[in-house]
């Protein structure tokens, strides 16, 4: 079984701070790192994808990608309350040739004014 | 944009009866996957197939089977609904290379009275 782990919070921050979210995962094949976010009542949509060791930033999002530790992370500079979401982490591997995205359990993030 | 649809947003039916959950994505993504989301459990994979007519089991198969016979169509099927099949059912769609993103359909709430 495919283990995904996440912090299940809430996670609440001050408006303006950094927001920080991680995530293990047990599966070593995993090959790709997305993270999600979720509003209340709606489906998923992709906020940030990594596939290699080492950061990656687009604007106020920053994943850190380590696989030698099985850890993921994603941190929000910035943090608006727009930002309040479930965010799920989803390391992606292989089974006979297609990608089966796992997710974790998602953490709940509230930013506060 | 991709866009997956999913028939029915909300769906009340009673304990025994058949369920149809119909799904379908407009961008030629070979594969599609069915999963329900319940508080504190996450997203969890029920099925996904990766090409016309083939399926394989996700996690938690039991109470359910899957139709795909064309590449755009994904049916999720509740042959006798029980109560703890309540639960939000997402489906998403994934192209078979490249970035490995899932696009998600909106959702379908099931409750079974």
């Known amino acids: 079984q495919k283990e995904v782990e996440q912090n299940s919070g809430p996670l609440s921050v001050p408006e303006g701070a950094i927001a920080s979210l991680n995530c293990t995962y047990s599966?070593?094949?995993?090959?790709?790192f997305f993270w999600y976010r979720q509003y209340s009542g709606k489906s998923p949509e992709l906020i940030m994808s990594?596939?290699?060791?080492g950061d990656k930033e687009d604007g106020r999002f920053t994943a850190q990608l380590n696989k030698a530790s099985q850890y993921v992370s994603l941190l929000i500079r910035d943090s608006q309350p727009s930002d309040s979401a479930t965010y799920l982490c989803?390391?992606?591997?292989?089974?006979?040739?297609?990608?089966?995205?796992?997710f974790g359990r998602g953490t709940s993030l509230i930013v506060h004014p | 944009d991709v866009k997956v649809t999913q028939s029915s947003r909300y769906l009340v039916k009673r304990t025994g009866e058949k369920v149809f959950l119909e799904c379908v994505q407009d961008?030629?993504?070979?594969?599609m996957f069915w999963y329900r989301q319940d508080p504190g459990l996450g997203l969890r994979l029920i099925y996904f197939?990766?090409?016309?007519?083939?399926?394989e089991k996700g996690d938690i198969p039991e109470g359910y089977s899957v139709s795909r016979e064309k590449k755009e169509r994904f049916s999720l099927i509740l042959e006798s609904a029980s109560t703890n099949q309540t639960s939000m059912y997402l489906c998403?769609?994934?192209?078979?290379?490249?970035?490995?993103?899932?696009?998600f359909g909106a959702g379908s709430r099931l409750t079974v009275l």
């Open positions: 197939s990766y090409d016309v007519k083939m399926k």
């Open positions: 998403a769609s994934l192209r078979g290379s490249g970035a490995n993103v899932l696009t």
């Open positions: 961008m030629d993504h070979e594969n």
């Open positions: 990594i596939y290699s060791n």
């Open positions: 599966d070593r094949g995993s090959q790709s």
């Open positions: 989803a390391p992606q591997g292989a089974s006979g040739g297609s990608y089966i995205p796992t």
